[in-house]
């Protein structure tokens, strides 16, 4: 499996509901890394599109 690197990039503004607990551990990550809770969370989710297995 590849390594997770975050980095910067353009986003488009949505809402989304999420645990406060998950919300405290992503905040403390991003912090770690220089980074903003968004520009993670984006990272993150593209991370797992491009790594989860397919459904056929």
Same mark, same amino acid.
């Given at each position: 499996? =590849?390594?997770?690197?975050?980095?910067? &990039?353009?986003? !488009?503004? #949505?809402?989304?509901? $999420?645990?406060?607990?998950?919300? %405290?551990?992503?905040?403390? =990550?991003?912090?770690?890394?220089?980074? &903003?809770?968004? !520009?993670l #969370?984006?990272?993150? $989710?593209?991370?797992?599109?491009? %790594?989860?297995?397919?459904?056929?």
């Open positions: 499996m =590849k390594k997770f690197i975050p980095k910067k &990039s353009e986003k !488009e503004v #949505i809402s989304m509901r $999420i645990l406060s607990e998950t919300l %405290n551990e992503i905040d403390k =990550k991003a912090a770690s890394f220089g980074i &903003s809770r968004n !520009e #969370i984006n990272q993150m $989710i593209n991370y797992a599109l491009e %790594n989860m297995e397919s459904s056929e």
